[in-house]
């Protein structure tokens, strides 16, 4: 005897997606700390502004320490927080590196050593990553 199976339920819909581009870093920084259902956009729209904003790489480094954007996979072993990490380092600035570096050191050795493989370097000052 085989059951059949009942009417699946429905997913919750989130609903229109916020204009992350024309929040402020405070507001973005904001949906990222709350697990806002966007704020991977929002983390990425602070991540575009990064080599423009001094403001924007505060937040961003700030972001990188929190617990579910070092959870959160963006695919395989990256993770929110090393998009961030990826993002202070391609902008090239002295304060993004430097943030970048900072942010990096705080991550478990673990973490470290895998995201130097992904970045496919022996330390993370040698990382020069391109954003398209």
């Known amino acids: 005897m085989h059951a059949e ?3 699946r339920p429905r997913l919750p819909q989130r609903g229109p997606a916020p204009l992350v581009e024309q929040m402020d870093n405070a507001e973005l920084a ?3 700390e ?3 259902p966007y704020r991977g ?3 990425f729209e602070l991540n575009d502004r990064v080599a423009t ?6 937040k961003v480094a700030m972001l990188t320490r929190l617990t579910s954007l ?4 963006l695919f395989d072993r990256v993770s929110l927080a090393w998009s961030a990490i990826i993002a202070l380092l391609a902008a090239e600035t002295t304060n993004a590196r430097t943030e970048a570096y900072a942010a990096f050191r705080a991550l478990d050795p673990e973490e470290q050593h895998d995201m130097l493989d992904y970045l496919e370097v022996t330390a ?3 990382a020069h990553p391109r954003i398209a």
């Open 5 to 7: 199976p009942g009417p």
């Open 30 to 32: 904001r949906m990222v």
């Open 34 to 36: 709350a697990e806002h």
């Open 41 to 43: 956009r929002a983390l």
């Open 53 to 58: 904003d001094d403001d924007a790489v505060t």
């Open 70 to 73: 070092r959870r959160a996979r």
């Open 124 to 126: 993370i000052e040698e």
